[in-house]
Antibody
């Protein structure tokens, strides 16, 4: 069965960086886009960007451009999201969610979420 | 402030039907048939309920249905059950910046 397993919770100080991993199983890693979505406490989800694990191509939401980097390591079938210059309002649960390359919908499968807390 | 507008709350009694709206613009909801709906229970990841406006992934009960008119999409939950109490979010592709946008969410209460 398809599963996306994310790395654990992180606590970071303002100005630091965080890198969250997402390791899928049960399907071909290079056969689906990987999207990253975050959700602040009590708020709706916010799309951050996607990566095509096959080509490495990326697309980022304008508000995160310059602060977020999506990468992948095909040798271990793992996707990564790195967010820099952290602020308190970056405190959120960060999710990875897949989109099959031949489909138009995001998130038929989601990771369990990784809580990132930014606090001094 | 979310890109798509949803009512903050909705409610209904068991067995009844409830409809949740999601209003966007001609650059997102109105311009593409790429509207999705998600259900989220507390502490859980969102679950895909509807994609491409009205299609259901396998395993999603047909009590959940979607539609769209102009810049507004709708999710209807028929035959409400206690386990339908959750937060519901809409999402759409936005062609103005080639990105995906979400609504702020609607908390559905089963009375």
């Amino acid at each position: 069965q398809v599963q996306l397993v994310q790395s654990g919770a992180e606590v970071k100080k303002p100005g630091a960086s965080v890198k969250v991993s997402c390791k899928p199983s049960g399907y071909s890693f290079t056969g689906s886009y990987m999207h990253w979505v975050r959700q602040a406490p009590g708020q709706g989800p916010e799309w951050m960007g996607w990566i095509n694990p096959n080509t490495g191509a990326t697309s980022y939401a304008p508000r995160f451009q310059g602060r977020v980097t999506l990468t992948r390591d095909t040798s271990i079938s793992t996707a990564y999201m790195e967010l820099t210059s952290l602020r308190s309002d970056d405190t959120a649960v960060y999710y990875c969610a897949r989109q099959p390359l031949d489909e138009t919908h995001v998130g038929d499968y989601w990771g369990q979420g990784s809580l990132v807390t930014v606090s001094s | 402030q979310s890109a798509l507008t949803q009512p903050p709350s909705a409610s209904g009694s068991p067995g009844q039907s409830v409809t949740i709206s999601c209003t966007g613009t001609s650059s997102d909801v109105g311009g593409y048939n790429y509207v999705s709906w998600y259900q989220q229970h507390p502490g859980k990841a969102p679950k895909l309920l509807i994609y491409e406006v009205s299609k259901r992934p396998s395993g999603v009960p047909d009590r959940f249905s979607g539609s769209k008119s102009g810049n507004t999409a709708s999710l209807t939950v028929s035959g409400l059950q206690a386990e339908d109490e959750a937060d519901y979010y809409c999402s759409s592709f936005s062609g103005s910046n080639n990105l995906w946008v979400f609504g702020g969410g609607t908390k559905l209460t089963v009375l």
